[in-house]
């Protein structure tokens, strides 16, 4: 194989261990005429481990518009470049998209290059369900918000998979707990691939108590793993149903939230009524 020219790669690169990159990924990144980078430092790390010299250009969430601009008009002469994260797949919450789809609609050839990815490292060693998964990326930072989106996704049969930062790790699986149920499977995979990865499997109020076992813990880059919930009955909520009834309850005290809920999403009343119990004290109200 051999880098052509005008082309965008979007080259999947490590998690942790720099030397989980494939031989042609490589080639890529020697090869290509300009690498766009979402953090140089990084990305430089990882050219150095393989003695790549190609010329690096920063492209991250505060610049990717005009820097997205200036590579389109290269690459529309002849510049081959290569798009890379800081680990993993590229455009996986990370930025990218507004060069990918700039190249699409100017005709430029796009290749991807594939290889590790921290979402499907995660659900291979979890032992849940990968057939159907839900990857829902970062959750909210703020509580209540944070809580809102975990309580659309509560009647979820699929296995959902989250991203999230080491500051918010402990509150986000007690959010997690609080709305999905303490007895719910999960996964935390901890720093993959790295020196001190971890993946431990319990149920989520286990794991609060996990992560608050070692300090060391709750530091590091984390996936988290939940399984999907039950079945449901005929009868049964679904994920709009939460939306209404959530919705309801942001201004109405919950008998009277169930009650409106019930008339707009044809759901029995009762149900309506303990499913809103369970999310008012999931939130601290009463």
């Not at 995660?122 to 032992?127: C, R, Y």
């Not at 500051?167 to 986000?172: D, F, G, N, V, Y």
């Not at 959530?246 to 149900?271: C, D, F, N, Q, Y």
Request: hydrophobic share 45%; glycine share 8%; aromatic share 4%.
């Amino acid at each position: 194989m051999s880098i052509e020219s005008g082309l965008l790669y979007i080259v999947a690169t490590p998690i942790g261990n720099l030397d989980d990159i494939s031989a042609r990924a490589l080639q890529v990144l020697a090869e290509a005429d300009l690498i766009a980078a979402e953090d140089t430092r990084q990305s430089v790390r990882l050219l150095r481990h393989h003695g790549i010299s190609t010329p690096l250009v920063s492209l991250h969430r505060h610049n990717e518009r005009e820097t997205t601009a200036r590579l389109l008009e290269r690459m529309a002469r002849g510049v081959s470049v290569a798009l890379v994260s800081d680990a993993g797949t590229p455009l996986v919450s990370d930025p990218g998209v507004h060069l990918v789809r700039g190249a699409q609609d100017r005709g430029l050839r796009v290749v991807p290059i594939p290889g590790a990815s921290a979402v499907t490292c995660a659900l291979s060693a979890s032992g849940m369900p990968s057939d159907r998964f839900v990857f829902e990326g970062f959750l909210p930072a703020r509580p209540a918000a944070r809580r809102q989106r975990l309580q659309a996704l509560a009647g979820e049969e699929r296995t959902l998979v989250f991203f999230e930062a080491p500051h918010r790790i402990l509150e986000s699986v007690h959010d997690m707990a609080a709305v999905f149920g303490a007895e719910r499977r999960a996964v935390i995979a901890r720093e993959l691939t790295k020196l001190f990865e971890e993946v431990h499997a319990a149920a989520l109020v286990e794991l609060q108590a996990w992560l608050r076992g070692k300090p060391t813990r709750q530091k590091g880059e984390f996936v988290v793993v939940v399984d999907g919930a039950p079945e449901r009955a005929p009868g049964d909520m679904d994920a709009a149903d939460e939306r209404v009834l959530s919705v309801m309850l942001e201004e109405l005290p919950v008998a009277r939230a169930a009650a409106l809920a019930a008339k707009l999403t044809g759901k029995k009343r009762g149900l309506l009524y303990q499913r809103a119990l369970e999310i008012t004290r999931g939130d601290g109200r009463r």
